[in-house]
């Protein structure tokens, strides 16, 4: 009896971590931004993210954010 409340109460726990964490990143989403890439250019970012193991939003985020402070933005 003790280790299925002891579960419970786990599993609660978790799903509340859970819930915050989507909180925290409905926060941190300001906007999408919608970008037609051409096949080669998609075939590239694809294969730097499986090489990287990292996710083709973070790299084109870093991309755009470094275009823009080398430009003065």
């Not at 250019?41 to 823009?68: G, P, W």
Request: proline letters at 1%; glycine letters at 2%.
């Amino acid at each position: 009896m003790r280790n299925s409340a002891k579960r419970a109460a786990e599993q609660q726990e978790t799903r509340r971590r859970l819930k915050n964490l989507k909180r925290v990143k409905e926060r941190n989403i300001r906007f999408y931004v919608n970008v037609p890439l051409e096949q080669d250019v998609k075939a590239r970012l694809l294969r730097a993210s499986h090489e990287n193991d990292i996710r083709m939003t973070i790299i084109m985020q870093a991309a755009i954010d470094t275009y823009l402070q080398d430009n003065g933005y």
